[in-house]
């Protein structure tokens, strides 16, 4: 099972980047799903969650109102669209699996699991 994130780069500040997440070896359309970050020196925080079929998300207050979270189920892939970017939001972003089906909208890292390697997203001018 694996997940890869994609689509980070270098931004200026109040630009967009719009990440993905795909998986292979399994199914996500079952679980909650998550995007997380990591900026150096900092403990892994949540950026975002979703639940298995979109009905509801979660955001972190520092990105409520300029991140959104999407699946698409069909597809087996997670997106994270980011907008209104600030040198604050610099860090490697992750994806991740909800450890269970039975988890409608975490956002606790303990409660994802088969983190995926990063994305290296950078904000600066």
């Known amino acids: 099972v694996q997940l890869q994130a994609s689509g980070g780069g270098l931004v200026q500040p109040g630009g967009s980047l719009r990440l993905s997440c795909a998986a292979s070896g399994l199914t996500l359309s079952n679980y909650a799903m998550g995007w997380f970050r990591q900026a150096p020196g900092k403990e892994r925080d949540v950026v975002a969650s979703i639940s298995r079929r979109s009905g509801r998300t979660y955001y972190s207050k520092s990105v409520t109102g300029r991140f959104t979270i999407s699946r698409d189920n069909a597809k087996n892939t997670v997106y994270l669209q980011m907008n209104s970017l600030t040198p604050e939001d610099t860090a490697v972003y992750y994806c991740?699996?909800?450890?269970?089906?039975?988890?409608?909208?975490?956002?606790?890292?303990?409660?994802?699991?088969?983190w995926g390697q990063g994305t290296q997203v950078t904000v600066s001018s």
């Open positions: 991740a699996r909800a450890v269970s089906t039975t988890l409608v909208i975490p956002h606790d890292p303990a409660d994802f699991t088969h």
